[in-house]
C-alpha cells in the first residue's frame, strides 16, 4: 500500500485515471519481467518508486545532517551510538556501517531512475502522452543527478552506472571509479537535458510542484553542481540561476520563520521538498533531534548544535534564524560540552517543529530558493562584481531583519567571500550544506583545526586532526571487498 499511497499522492492530477484506477493496480513487485513497466501507470509507478528513495535512504532522512554539520563545526554528536561520534571526531574508518549503507541506499535510488529511463521509449501505451514522456525522462535524469552529486561530494569519483544492470558477470558488476571531474560532467550533462524536457510547473497546485522536478529544480541543481565542482564554471551559475528566477513558478524569499513552522510546506520559496505526509509516511529524524519538551521522550539527542555555532548567531545579533533554528531546554542527561551537569540548559537543533513518535510530516528542502540567492551572490563575487553580490547578500539579510552589509564585511573580493560563507552557515544551519560549503571554499581543513571546542569533562580542547585526505569519506570496506577494480581514497 506505500507505494499506491504515494503514487496516488503525485500524480492524481497528471494522468488521467480516477482514484478507482489506482487502487485497482498491482504493487509494482508483484509484476513479472515479461509485462513490468509496459503501461502508462506501470511506468509512472516505477517513476515513483525512484522519489521514494528520498523517503527511504538514511542518507536523505537525517544522515545528511550527520554528515554535513556534525561532521563539521555546526554540531556535536549525541545519543549513545559510538559510530556517531566517531563521525563528529573526524575518525571514519573503511568498515564504518553507515558508509556501506548510504553508498547502497544511494546507487539503488540511481538504479530506479536508470530502469525507467532504459523503459519509458518502451512503453506503447497510448494513454502515455509524448509529452508526458519527455517530462518522466526529465524528472528520472534529475533524479539520477541529484544521487550522483551526492555521491560525488561524499566520496569524490565514483563508478558512472548509466544503464540497468543485468548480468552478474565481473565485466558488468566491477566498474572502476570514474574521476571526480567525469562525474560532474555527467551530472550536468543530465541536469542541461533535464530543463529541456521539464516544465515550469505541473499545474496550478503546490503539492505537485513542489513535490516533482521541474525545469527550476533542474536549474538549480545545475547550478550548485557547476559551483562545487573542482573548476567551478561561475558564469554556467550565473546562467542557472537566471533560468531559476524568471521561471513560471515565481520563487521568491518568504518569511525566515514561516520556512521551519511545520505548517507551511510546498511554499513559495521551495524548489523542490521531501514529500512526507505522517503516518505510515512519516519522517523519524525530527524524533532524534527534537527537546523532551516536544518529543516525549528523556533520552539523550543526538544531534546538539555547537557552542561555536551559538557564538555565531550572536555575534551576527541574527535572532531571527536563531529562534527558528535552536531552541534551549534543560535536560537531565549530562552534556560534555554544554554545563556538564545534570539540569544544565543546552540547545537543540529546532528547525524541525513535530516529532509525532517517529511519524513526523515535518519536511527537508531539497533545494530552496535562499540556498540559491547566496549561491548567485558567491558567483558574483568570484566574477568580480562585487556590487551585485552585496545586493544578494543583503536580500538575505533584509529577510533576517539584520543591516546591510557594511564595509568592512565587503570591501575587497577575500572579505566579502569570507562573509557570503559565514552568511550561508546562518541561513543553511542544519540543512546539510555545511561541509559542502568549507570544501567548496577549500577552508576545510583550516576551520576544522581552528575551531575551539572545550570537552567540559576534562577542560581540554579538543583536537580534530583534520586534513586533506579526510575531506572524503572511505570507500566502504564491503564494496571493496566486492569490488576489486576500486581504489580506496588516501586514508
Keep these: 500500500m506505500k507505494t499506491l499511497k504515494i503514487l496516488i499522492f503525485f500524480l492524481i492530477t497528471i494522468v488521467t485515471f480516477s482514484c478507482d484506477d489506482y487502487l485497482d493496480l498491482e504493487p509494482i513487485s508483484e509484476e513479472t519481467s515479461a509485462n513490468a513497466y509496459d503501461s502508462a501507470t506501470q511506468i509512472e509507478a516505477a517513476l515513483v518508486g525512484a522519489y521514494e528513495s528520498f523517503q527511504s535512504s538514511e542518507y536523505y532522512v537525517w544522515d545528511n545532517i550527520l554528515f554535513q554539520d556534525v561532521r563539521s563545526d555546526n554540531c556535536y554528536a549525541g545519543g549513545d551510538n559510538p559510530e556517531i561520534f566517531q563521525i563528529d571526531y573526524l575518525d ?56 550522483y552529486f551526492t555521491l560525488v561530494k561524499l566520496w569524490g569519483g565514483v563508478p558512472l552506472i548509466l544503464s540497468p544492470v543485468t548480468s552478474t558477470e565481473a565485466e558488468s558488476v566491477n566498474i572502476p571509479r570514474s574521476s571526480i ?73 518568504i518569511e525566515y520563520s514561516q520556512l521551519f513552522d511545520g505548517n507551511n510546506y510546498n511554499n513559495a520559496e521551495s524548489i523542490i521538498e521531501v514529500q512526507y505526509l505522517g503516518g505510515n509516511e512519516g519522517n523519524y529524524g525530527p524524533q532524534l533531534l527534537l527537546p523532551p519538551s516536544i518529543s516525549g521522550d528523556s533520552w539523550r539527542k543526538f544531534v546538539t548544535p555547537s557552542v561555536d555555532i551559538v557564538n555565531a548567531f550572536d555575534a551576527e545579533g541574527d535572532t531571527v534564524r536563531k529562534n527558528a ?143 586533506e585526505a579526510k575531506k572524503l569519506l572511505p570507500i566502504p570496506q564491503q564494496e571493496l571487498d566486492r569490488n576489486p577494480a576500486l581504489v580506496q581514497n588516501p586514508l
Design 325 to 467: 533554528s535552536i531552541l534551549f531546554e534543560s535536560v537531565q542527561w549530562v552534556d560534555e560540552f554544554w554545563g556538564n551537569n545534570p539540569g544544565s540548559s543546552i540547545p537543540f537543533s529546532y528547525k524541525w517543529k513535530n516529532a509525532d513518535g517517529f511519524a513526523s510530516s515535518d519536511r527537508q528542502y531539497l533545494l530552496r530558493y535562499g540556498d540559491i540567492v547566496l549561491l548567485k551572490a558567491e558567483a558574483f563575487n568570484e566574477l568580480n562584481q562585487l556590487g551585485s553580490a552585496i545586493s544578494e547578500v543583503n536580500r538575505i539579510r533584509d529577510r533576517a531583519d539584520l543591516p546591510d552589509l557594511t564595509e568592512a564585511q565587503s570591501n575587497s573580493q577575500e572579505t566579502l567571500r569570507n562573509t557570503i560563507l559565514k552568511e550561508r552557515r546562518l541561513e543553511l544551519f542544519v540543512e546539510g550544506h555545511r561541509w559542502d560549503d568549507l570544501a567548496r571554499y577549500n577552508v576545510l581543513v583550516s576551520t576544522m583545526n581552528n575551531l575551539e571546542e572545550i570537552d567540559l569533562r576534562n577542560g581540554n580542547a579538543v583536537n580534530y586532526n583534520m586534513t
Design 92 to 147: 571514519i574508518e573503511p568498515t564504518h556501517s553507515r558508509l556501506f549503507t548510504h553508498w547502497s541506499n544511494i546507487y539503488n535510488a540511481i538504479s530506479k531512475a536508470n530502469l525507467v529511463l532504459d523503459r519509458v521509449d518502451l512503453v506503447e501505451d497510448q494513454l502515455l502522452t509524448d509529452e508526458r514522456r519527455e517530462q518522466i525522462k526529465g524528472e528520472a535524469y534529475f533524479l539520477r543527478s541529484y544521487h
Design 181 to 253: 571531474e567525469e562525474v560532474y560532467a555527467q551530472i550536468t550533462s543530465d541536469l542541461e537535458l533535464a530543463a529541456t524536457l521539464l516544465p515550469d510547473v505541473y499545474g496550478s497546485d503546490a503539492n505537485i510542484n513542489k513535490a516533482r522536478a521541474t525545469a527550476g529544480a533542474a536549474h538549480a541543481l545545475a547550478a550548485k553542481a557547476y559551483a562545487q565542482q573542482p573548476s567551478p564554471d561561475y558564469t554556467a551559475v550565473l546562467q542557472h540561476i537566471n533560468d531559476v528566477e524568471s521561471s513560471a513558478a515565481n520563487y521568491v524569499l
